[in-house]
C-alpha cells in the first residue's frame, strides 16, 4: 500500500497530457493554435533541457565513482547517440518537407507537422519513463515532495500535448496516432511500474545513459524541427504569443 501514491502521482503526469490533447479537439481555430502551440513547446523544451535534464546530469555524474574525464565522455556521447538516433528516426518516418517554406503546399506542411509530432512523441515516451521512476522515488521518500513533482512535470507536458495533438490532426494513420497518444499519457506510469516491480532503483551509470539519450532527443526536435517551424511563421503572431505563453510557463515550473 505505501507504493500506492507513488503509482497514482505518475499516472497523473499523463493527466496534463490528455488535457492538452481535449484543448486541441474544443478549439476552433485550430491552425492558430498550431502556431501558437510551437512557439510555445520549443520554449518548454529549451526550459526543460537548462532547468531539468542538465541539472540532473550533472546532479547524477556526481555520484558516479568515475574520473571527470570518463564522465563528460560518457554524457557528451549519449547526448550525441540520443540526436543520431532521432535523426535515424526522422529518415525512416512517413517523408515530410525537410526545406520547409511559407509557400509549401498545405498537404506537405501536414506531412512535416505529422512528423514533428511523431518524433517529439518517441522522445517523450522515453523521457517520461524515466522522469516517472523519478516520481515513484521521490514519492517513496516523500508524498508532497512526489505530488509537487508530478504537478511541476504535468506543467510541462500540457503544451507538449497541444503541440503534438495539433501536428497530428491532420494525420491519416489514426491507429498509430491513438497508440501514440496512449503510449504519452501512460509513460510515467509505466517507468514507476518498472520500479514498482525491480522494488527499487536501477544502476545510476544506466540512469544517467536514459538521461543523456533523452536530453539529446529533446535538443533534436528543439533545434532542428521546432525552431524551423518558429522561422517559418517569423511573420504570425501567434507563433510569438506562445514564445511568451512559454516563458510564462517556465517561471511557474522553476518556482514549483
Not at 546532479?59 to 563528460?72: C, H, N, R, W
Not at 490532426?169 to 510515467?188: C, D, G
Not at 518498472?194 to 544506466?206: A, N, S, Y
Amino acid at each position: 500500500m505505501e507504493n500506492f501514491w507513488p503509482l497514482i502521482f505518475s499516472l497523473l503526469i499523463g493527466v496534463f497530457f490528455l488535457i492538452g490533447f481535449g484543448i486541441v479537439q474544443v478549439v476552433k481555430h485550430k491552425k492558430e493554435l498550431s502556431i501558437f502551440a510551437v512557439g510555445m513547446a520549443f520554449v518548454v523544451m529549451i526550459g526543460m533541457i537548462l532547468f531539468d535534464l542538465i541539472p540532473e546530469i550533472i546532479e547524477m555524474s556526481s555520484a558516479l565513482e568515475k574520473s571527470l574525464i570518463a564522465t563528460v565522455v560518457l554524457v557528451i556521447c549519449f547526448i550525441l547517440v540520443g540526436i543520431f538516433l532521432l535523426k535515424i528516426l526522422d529518415i525512416f518516418l512517413p517523408h515530410h518537407a525537410h526545406h520547409h517554406t511559407l509557400k509549401e503546399p498545405v498537404h506537405e506542411h501536414n506531412h512535416h507537422m505529422e512528423h514533428v509530432g511523431f518524433i517529439t512523441s518517441f522522445s517523450l515516451i522515453l523521457h517520461n519513463i524515466l522522469e516517472g521512476m523519478s516520481v515513484f522515488i521521490l514519492a517513496s521518500e516523500s508524498l508532497v515532495t512526489g505530488l509537487m513533482t508530478s504537478i511541476a512535470i504535468g506543467c510541462h507536458n500540457l503544451p507538449l500535448g497541444i503541440e503534438i495533438a495539433s501536428s497530428m490532426e491532420h494525420t491519416k494513420n489514426t491507429p498509430t496516432k491513438y497508440i501514440t497518444l496512449v503510449l504519452l499519457v501512460f509513460s510515467s506510469f509505466l517507468g514507476a511500474l518498472i520500479l514498482f516491480f525491480v522494488g527499487g532503483q536501477l544502476p545510476d551509470t544506466l540512469m544517467l545513459i536514459f538521461v543523456c539519450i533523452a536530453c539529446g532527443m529533446i535538443l533534436y526536435i528543439a533545434f532542428f524541427e521546432l525552431l524551423k517551424e518558429i522561422f517559418c511563421y517569423r511573420n504570425e503572431k501567434y507563433v510569438y504569443y506562445g514564445i511568451f505563453v512559454g516563458m510564462l510557463l517556465i517561471l511557474v515550473m522553476t518556482f514549483l
